[in-house]
């Protein structure tokens, strides 16, 4: 039996959502009370078990579930119900700037990150070449990153999540900002993660990306655990849900076609 870094079990997340929120203390206390609001679950008993060194893919509507789920894998959410347990250092790339102070340079910004992500200075300070180097960015490195662009600020924190060399890569939606030539270098650096045995989940609306990357995948819907099993079988199954709700029938995606004019 294959070794697990990620298990989940019967994990269950609740938020609540606000239909009448206060804005201020003194709202607060002429309404007297903190707000009106629903509370609903976002995640339903979620079991799965992602294998070591897997490519694991998390897919769905909007809504669904993915980010939070990764949350809880990354401890970031705490489960109202059920638990998650991992083999081995995590680094995550969660959300566009996470962890990153906006008046700070690029250059602070790694040290900050990392220093989040548990990894001393003197590591860092071995590492920082590579980590800029691999971010293309360099020119801006003692830029305060406010002035980044989406691109830039993902350059620099996928940079630094993939060189502290983790055992567990999470990796939400963020990578798609990021332009083509910095996307097949990290699909490069994936195949490289994944064969030095790092466990790699992704969440990502790119069928194509997450159907060349992944092995495993798993479908969610309504914070429920819809199907998972291998990426390829997966995606179609999703796809052809998608099709049968918009009333298209599903076609196999394309291949590209020759462009009809290309600048000099
Ligand atoms: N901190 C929060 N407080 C309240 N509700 C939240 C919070 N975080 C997520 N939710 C809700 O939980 C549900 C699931 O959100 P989540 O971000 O996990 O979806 P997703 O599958 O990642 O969607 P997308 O594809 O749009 O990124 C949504 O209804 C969202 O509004
Ligand atoms: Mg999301």
Redesign the pocket.
């Known amino acids: 039996m294959s070794e697990i870094a990620i298990q989940a079990t019967e994990v269950s997340k609740r938020?609540?959502?606000y239909h009448e929120r206060n804005q201020s203390i003194k709202a607060m206390v002429l309404r007297r009370r903190r707000g009106v609001y629903e509370e609903?679950w976002?995640l339903k008993d979620i079991s799965l078990e992602i294998p070591k060194a897997s490519t694991y893919g998390l897919i769905?509507?909007?809504?669904?579930?993915?980010?939070?789920?990764l949350k809880c894998f990354a401890k970031i959410l705490v489960p109202d119900g059920g638990s998650v347990s991992s083999k081995g250092s995590i680094s995550a790339l969660l959300e566009l700037g996470a962890g990153f102070h906006p008046e700070l340079s690029g250059r602070e910004n790694v040290f900050l990150n990392g220093a989040i992500l548990g990894i001393s200075s003197a590591e860092l300070n071995r590492k920082f070449d590579e980590i800029v180097d691999f971010s293309g960015i360099e020119r801006f490195i003692d830029t305060p990153v406010k002035n980044y662009s989406s691109g830039m600020y993902v350059r620099l924190g996928f940079s630094v999540a993939i060189n502290v060399s983790p055992d567990i890569l999470l990796v939400?939606?963020v990578l798609a900002v990021g332009d083509a030539e910095f996307q097949q270098r990290c699909a490069n650096k994936f195949q490289e993660l994944k064969s030095s045995g790092c466990t790699i989940v992704v969440?990502s609306?790119a069928m194509e990306m997450i159907k060349n990357l992944c092995d495993h995948a798993a479908w969610?819907e309504h914070?429920q655990l819809k199907a998972h099993g291998e990426a390829q079988d997966i995606i179609e199954m999703y796809l052809r849900q998608v099709a049968h709700n918009t009333g298209e029938p599903y076609v196999e995606p394309k291949p590209e076609p020759e462009p009809e004019h290309i600048a000099p």
């Open positions: 938020f609540r959502i609903f976002a769905g509507e909007n809504g669904s579930g993915k980010s939070t789920l939400d939606e969440v609306h969610m914070g």
